[in-house]
């Protein structure tokens, strides 16, 4: 490889990963408790507890769960019912002032499938996982801080391809894996953040390209909202406002009619961004452990109950799901919770080392001129 072209990849990757490496410590250290966020919430009594009753015990129907939740949280509406992925008979349920509130103005809890009890939910409401969650999605900061996490998401990609190409001359001087110990602590730590960043170069373009997609997963909602919806629910454009809501109580047997083979993940109430103003939107998912985070909406119209469409999902949709528990290490259970961790410690050590390099040869140019300058 020519020195001009050396000269300008390592420009590249240096610049690159000095812009994002605050960012992206703070990401890494901020996922790593996220990794194992059911277990920590678990640990610090944040998890919801249903009562011990029959195995048998029945479900109240959905709109006796909806008249709990609206007796639980009077002067709000609802805007989704999620099904609880560990407890079969705990609803997720989120509520706010009005249907169109912004998640995180939402209030979340849980409801006892059985009894219709309220169950609170510290974790989704301001918890320990909560904080680092926000820091982790959005600095605080709302679609601005997604925008600029996205950014630094880039940059960080392309810190990955500048500095592989950087290590491939390198690979040729040197046996893979050497790290000289005979040699300066600057030449130890460059021969490590090699090593690290080449043994973890996979995982981390994948968690790179699956956060960049994560954090624009607002303009990805609205893209669905303006083509796919607006499309499905052009035919209630000109329609009048609903006065009164069709009960909730059949959506489920609805759906699982018009989607068949598959099973609920959550209601989006009229209103939400999720649905439209005329429309309750049942998002069926796969039965495999795979299609579970491809989601099928269904739209029942919220006056009469007929099934107005049973959409196809867009492609973008599809990379958004597939990409947020891929991001986190959601796909294989507690082995790969482990190996994601194991990465991700690992690219702090990367991302701490560069730092430390580039502070070293800095430090050594300076010496070096002012040793030119006095010199006679």
Same mark, same amino acid.
């Given at each position: 490889?020519?020195?001009?072209?050396?000269?300008?990849?390592?420009?590249?990757?240096?610049?690159?990963?000095?812009?994002?490496?605050?960012?992206?410590?703070?990401?890494?250290?901020?996922?790593?408790?996220l990794i194992f966020h059911h277990e920590i919430d678990h640990l610090l009594g944040?998890?919801?507890?249903?009562?011990?009753?029959?195995?048998?015990?029945?479900?109240?129907?959905?709109?006796?769960?909806?008249?709990?939740?609206?007796?639980?949280?009077?002067?709000?509406?609802?805007?989704?019912?999620?099904?609880?992925?560990?407890?079969?008979?705990?609803?997720?349920?989120?509520?706010?002032?009005?249907?169109?509130?912004?998640?995180?103005?939402?209030?979340?809890?849980?409801?006892?499938?059985?009894?219709?009890?309220?169950?609170?939910?510290?974790?989704?409401?301001?918890?320990?996982?909560?904080?680092?969650?926000?820091?982790?999605?959005?600095?605080?900061?709302?679609?601005?801080?997604?925008?600029?996490?996205?950014?630094?998401?880039?940059?960080?990609?392309?810190?990955?391809?500048?500095?592989?190409?950087?290590?491939?001359?390198?690979?040729?001087?040197?046996?893979?894996?050497?790290?000289?110990?005979?040699?300066?602590?600057?030449?130890?730590?460059?021969?490590?953040?090699?090593?690290?960043?080449?043994?973890?170069?996979?995982?981390?373009?994948?968690?790179?390209?699956?956060?960049?997609?994560?954090?624009?997963?607002? *303009? #990805?909602? $609205? &893209?669905?909202?303006?083509?796919?919806?607006? +499309?499905?629910?052009?035919? =209630?454009? @000109? %329609?009048?406002?609903?006065?009164?809501?069709?009960?909730?109580?059949?959506?489920?047997?609805?759906?699982?009619?018009?989607?068949?083979?598959?099973?609920?993940?959550?209601?989006?109430?009229?209103?939400?961004?999720?649905?439209?103003?005329?429309?309750?939107?049942?998002?069926?998912?796969?039965?495999?452990?795979?299609?579970?985070?491809?989601?099928?909406?269904? *739209? #029942?119209? $919220? &006056?009469?109950?007929?099934?107005?469409?049973? +959409?196809?999902?867009?492609? =973008?949709? @599809? %990379?958004?799901?597939?990409?947020?528990?891929?991001?986190?290490?959601?796909?294989?259970?507690?082995?790969?919770?482990?190996?994601?961790?194991?990465?991700?410690?690992?690219?702090?050590?990367?991302?701490?080392?560069?730092?430390?390099?580039?502070?070293?040869?800095?430090?050594?140019?300076?010496?070096?001129?002012?040793?030119?300058?006095?010199?006679?």
């Open positions: 490889m020519k020195s001009q072209t050396i000269r300008r990849w390592s420009f590249i990757h240096t610049w690159t990963s000095l812009i994002c490496t605050v960012f992206l410590l703070m990401l890494a250290l901020t996922g790593l408790p944040d998890s919801p507890q249903l009562r011990e009753m029959p195995a048998e015990t029945p479900h109240l129907d959905l709109q006796q769960l909806v008249r709990a939740a609206e007796a639980h949280r009077p002067g709000e509406v609802m805007q989704y019912f999620g099904w609880d992925e560990d407890d079969p008979n705990g609803v997720v349920t989120i509520m706010a002032k009005t249907a169109g509130t912004e998640p995180n103005s939402s209030h979340t809890f849980m409801l006892d499938a059985r009894t219709g009890e309220a169950v609170a939910m510290p974790s989704a409401n301001g918890g320990l996982m909560m904080v680092m969650l926000r820091l982790h999605v959005d600095l605080f900061a709302g679609l601005p801080g997604k925008l600029l996490l996205a950014f630094m998401g880039l940059l960080f990609v392309l810190a990955i391809i500048s500095g592989t190409v950087l290590y491939l001359p390198f690979m040729r001087r040197l046996k893979f894996a050497s790290v000289r110990h005979d040699k300066s602590t600057r030449l130890r730590w460059l021969d490590l953040h090699n090593l690290i960043g080449v043994v973890t170069l996979t995982w981390a373009l994948v968690v790179g390209v699956t956060g960049v997609i994560s954090a624009c997963a607002d *303009l #990805i909602i $609205a &893209a669905w909202r303006n083509d796919s919806l607006s +499309a499905m629910i052009a035919p =209630y454009r @000109d %329609a009048p406002p609903l006065t009164q809501l069709a009960p909730a109580s059949c959506l489920l047997d609805i759906a699982a009619q018009a989607a068949p083979g598959m099973r609920p993940d959550f209601i989006a109430f009229p209103g939400t961004r999720f649905s439209s103003e005329h429309h309750y939107a049942v998002f069926m998912k796969g039965s495999s452990h795979l299609t579970s985070h491809l989601l099928t909406p269904v *739209l #029942i119209d $919220a &006056a009469t109950l007929q099934v107005t469409a049973v +959409a196809e999902r867009p492609w =973008y949709m @599809d %990379a958004m799901g597939m990409s947020q528990p891929l991001h986190f290490g959601d796909y294989g259970g507690m082995p790969m919770k482990v190996l994601w961790a194991v990465l991700d410690g690992l690219t702090i050590i990367v991302l701490g080392s560069g730092v430390y390099l580039w502070l070293v040869r800095r430090r050594n140019s300076r010496v070096l001129n002012s040793t030119q300058k006095v010199a006679p």
